[in-house]
């Protein structure tokens, strides 16, 4: 090894020759052949070190060394530099496209787009299609026109990222090198390309009905072409009303739109494809055409697969942009909206959508002014959101301060002040907890765990305002009224939401163990769930106790005037609101609430049945602590009062209690022999049953088509499990999240 040492510092690098004011010159020597013969004579996996080589230089040295790390090595593999290369070598033609060339380009460019929609870089995907780099110089003008329509549709998902603000670098890429170097390609207007393609497809329909009594499938080839040209203009015009937003009415063009674009993906679905090799032997397409434009620290080579075929996803992407349709009419109050979020706009899971969805809610917020429902000293000079936020903490608890002017209130200093105050602080909370809701699961869920200070620090002065308000309407004589709940419940009602949408998402990105179950669930189950429909259940009460009280208040206006006329500024005068509230009850979000609390307590009792059975595995007990993973799970909640973090030690404390079914709480614990008997784990999995029978009851209140078919399936299947479970069954049991990504089925094996 000295003599592998020696030659590799003296030989590796060869002999310099340095002259007083000439440049150094290198005597190069090849040691290739001396180099394998030293090291034939180490094992394999052994490593040489010596103090001017580390490892950390062995590494870059083997970084270097790759291709993809290599630009010059990689540019020699480059078929043409560029546009004009290309049509130099005779590689790209302008002119004279087969039907089969027309479709191939179109289906492989399309490909190219949707990688990039899904985060990869767009010099790499996009405009490794050369034609783009240059379109204006294309004879042929279904190429023509089919070029510069990707290049507006490429413009188009670029501003709606930029707008929507909620993509992170794994998500999509919205800077490119190279989207700066095509500045001098003109894109035509939107009229423009419209009738360029429209003219488009009625040349291929024309082609297609002259060939269609002929034998052969060359008709159904100009059929197809028609049908992309049609999408890719319904497409772009559909893109293009985001981007510039009109009314509210705008949605019912974007709905007819979106109806055209799914029948139309449907037919492209259906019809006969072309095969891969066809595709990758396209003309038009260089990898490498923008390697030298990318920063050198960029991958140089990224292997580009479709997760599902290219219209299937278009299709989907569709399906999800008619769900969004249906969200400015949701958007009426902060709990509509994120209960749409929660259920509905769950399907919402591409980069795309989830931008829609944010501009979607500021266009909705903006078009829904409600300050004519606000006090006036409330919402003047205030903004949409501001309204927003009034108009939902009014909705969700009615908030009396909140009503039309109180003219007792008014004589009282700083009441208004005070809540105008609140209500600003809520916005810019609302607003980040709506931006966080378009965010990936990964990125939402850290940043939830975020929020949850930030509501955490509101939330005392929110009971503070509440205590300070009723103290005035009792002054003010307003005894009906009460706003003990009002504020406080709204506060806890979002942080609530917060905290169980943080354990559900760690669920649904798979960060448990199923030996960590049993404590979320019952976490979810016993604490927040539970605190949840609680608060609900108080905020409903105190919304139509104020309802009531408004409305005996108006009728004694009422009497009190000559004659019985009754007119809306007198009634305004008289200070009394005719509708506390426009926005329903209460009963949805509490059905859904429930039917998770019934489901999470039925896994809790399950799951801990099969722990005390043996029938759960779960890490070596000298390696296990499970205070540890209790702690490091629940961490994000350990500081917060409302509720009050449960520890370690109180969970089990409760544990066995819970498992027997019997509600009211105990001081000791019971024997180990006592609390593995068979009474014992019958009777959890007993309770288990129940609750799957309840969560079943409730979903036709308030699930969709689809989610209700899900989650009936999941809790007939695991009822059946669990009674054959009780029967001291000896079959094992799996967990499989094929259902539902929050709740796994439990299948016997």
Not at 69 to 84: A, E, I, N, P, W
Not at 96 to 108: K, N, P, Q, T
Not at 476 to 496: E, I, Q, R, V, Y
Not at 552 to 578: I, M, P, T, W, Y
Request: overall charge negative; proline content about 3%.
């Amino acid at each position: 090894m000295d003599n592998l040492e020696m030659c590799l510092l003296q030989q590796a690098v060869g002999t310099v020759h340095i002259c007083r004011g000439e440049e150094e010159s290198y005597e190069w020597k090849d040691i290739t052949q001396d180099f394998l013969e030293w090291t034939s004579e180490m094992q394999e996996g052994e490593l040489l070190s010596i103090p001017s080589f580390t490892l950390y230089d062995a590494m870059s040295a083997i970084e270097l060394m790759d291709h993809k790390m290599d630009v010059g090595l990689l540019l020699k593999q480059r078929k043409v530099t560029s546009f004009q290369h290309g049509v130099d070598s005779k590689w790209l033609k302008l002119s004279g496209f087969s039907v089969e060339e027309y479709l191939a380009v179109i289906d492989r460019s399309l490909s190219n787009f949707v990688l990039w929609m899904q985060g990869h870089c767009v010099a790499q995907t996009v405009f490794t299609f050369v034609y783009l780099h240059r379109p204006q110089d294309i004879q042929d003008e279904l190429m023509k026109s089919y070029c510069q329509t990707l290049l507006a549709l490429t413009e188009a998902v670029r501003t709606i990222m930029v707008n929507g603000s909620v993509f992170e670098e794994e998500d999509f890429q919205v800077s490119s090198p190279f989207i700066q170097s095509t500045e001098e390609i003109s894109i035509p207007s939107l009229a423009v390309l419209s009738k360029n393609l429209k003219v488009s497809e009625d040349v291929c329909s024309k082609n297609f009905r002259r060939l269609k009594s002929e034998e052969g499938q060359e008709a159904q080839l100009w059929n197809a072409l028609a049908l992309r040209f049609k999408f890719c203009k319904t497409l772009l015009q559909l893109l293009t009303f985001f981007n510039s937003p009109g009314s509210e009415k705008m949605f019912t063009e974007v709905s007819q739109l979106a109806d055209v674009l799914l029948l139309t993906t449907e037919k492209i679905v259906n019809a006969p494809e072309l095969s891969e090799e066809v595709l990758k032997e396209t003309a038009g397409f260089e990898p490498l055409i923008n390697l030298h434009l990318l920063p050198p620290s960029f991958p140089r080579h990224t292997p580009l697969t479709l997760e599902e075929k290219t219209f299937t996803f278009f299709h989907r992407l569709i399906q999800q942009v008619k769900v969004l349709v249906l969200l400015p009419e949701k958007a009426r109050s902060m709990e509509s909206l994120m209960f749409f979020l929660s259920t509905e706009g769950a399907v919402l899971d591409t980069t795309l959508t989830r931008s829609l969805a944010q501009i979607v809610i500021s266009l909705a917020v903006n078009w829904r002014k409600v300050s004519v429902n606000l006090p006036s000293k409330v919402s003047s000079a205030q903004p949409a959101a501001a309204d927003f936020v009034s108009f939902s903490i009014r909705a969700f608890s009615g908030a009396p301060v909140l009503l039309n002017n109180l003219p007792q209130l008014d004589n009282v200093p700083h009441a208004r002040d005070y809540a105008r105050t609140f209500v600003d602080s809520c916005v810019t909370l609302a607003s980040n907890v709506v931006r966080i809701y378009g965010m990936n699961k990964a990125r939402r869920r850290d940043a939830l765990a975020t929020s949850l200070a930030e509501w955490f620090s509101i939330q005392d002065d929110a009971e503070k305002l509440d205590e300070y308000f009723n103290l005035q309407l009792a002054a003010a004589k307003l005894n009906g009224l009460n706003h003990t709940f009002c504020f406080g419940s709204w506060t806890l009602h979002n942080m609530l939401n917060i905290m169980a949408d943080y354990l559900f998402l760690g669920l649904d990105l798979e960060l448990y163990a199923d030996s960590e179950l049993h404590f979320i669930y019952w976490y979810l189950y016993d604490v927040i769930l539970h605190c949840h429909v609680q608060a609900i259940l108080r905020a409903d009460a105190v919304l139509h106790h104020n309802e009531a009280a408004c409305q005996h208040l108006q009728d004694a206006a009422g009497d009190s005037r000559k004659n019985g006329k009754k007119k809306a500024g007198k009634a305004q005068r008289n200070g009394v609101d005719h509708e506390i509230a426009t926005s329903p009850s209460h009963t949805t979000t509490l059905a859904r609430l429930q039917t998770l609390h019934h489901l999470c307590g039925a896994f809790h009792f399950a799951i801990l049945a099969l722990k005390w059975q043996g029938k759960l595995t779960g890490p070596q007990q000298s390696l296990d602590c499970e205070e540890l993973r209790y702690y490091y799970r629940l961490m994000a909640f350990m500081e917060r009062n409302a509720p009050a973090f449960v520890d370690y030690g109180q969970y089990q404390l409760v544990k066995s209690v819970m498992a027997r079914n019997k509600l009211n709480p105990i001081n000791t614990l019971p024997l180990e022999s006592e609390e593995n008997s068979w009474p014992t784990i019958k009777d959890a999995l007993d309770r288990s049953s129940i609750n799957f029978q309840q969560a079943e009851r409730m979903l036709g209140i308030w699930a969709s088509e689809k989610e209700k078919v899900a989650l009936s399936a999941l809790c007939k299947r695991n009822d059946v499990t669990v009674r054959i479970l009780a029967t001291n069954s000896s079959k094992k049991v799996e967990f499989k999240f094929d259902l539902h990504p929050w709740f796994p089925s439990l299948k016997l094996s």
